[in-house]
């Protein structure tokens, strides 16, 4: 493409378009996924307020207190294994790919 300069302008800014696009959607879906978890969260504690007529959580919810904040933390372990899995297939990706390139360079000890 380096003959046509004036298609490469036109899809540099057709690139910018829709990486502002994908943006846009990533910070709207974060906002709807915090919207989500905390509407969760006070579906939660008003089950259980009703479950236990009405004497646990009667004053709200203190999230200082050590029994609510670690089972905030159980609950987010979910997240923290997917997220660790996801950074092991990145690396091996990565790896792969870094492997690929630099065969032959040195870089690889085999036997």
């Known amino acids: 493409m ?3 300069p004036s298609e490469r302008e036109k899809t ?3 690139d910018a378009a829709g990486n502002t696009t994908a943006a846009i959607g990533k910070g709207f879906a974060i906002g709807s996924a915090a ?3 905390l509407a969760l969260f006070g579906a939660f504690v008003t089950r259980i ?3 236990s007529g009405d004497e ?3 004053d709200g919810v203190n999230m200082l207190e050590p029994v609510t904040f670690a089972f905030l933390i159980v609950g987010g372990l979910d ?3 997917i ?3 996801l950074q092991a297939v990145l690396a091996l990706v990565f790896a792969d790919t ?3 390139v630099n065969a032959g360079k040195g870089l690889l000890k085999m036997g």
Do not use: E
């Open 2 to 4: 380096t003959q046509y």
């Open 12 to 14: 540099d800014a057709l």
């Open 35 to 37: 919207l989500v978890s």
């Open 49 to 51: 307020r009703h479950a």
């Open 56 to 58: 646990v959580f009667a």
């Open 79 to 81: 997240s923290l294994n």
């Open 83 to 85: 997220v660790m899995k």
């Open 98 to 100: 870094f492997f690929a």
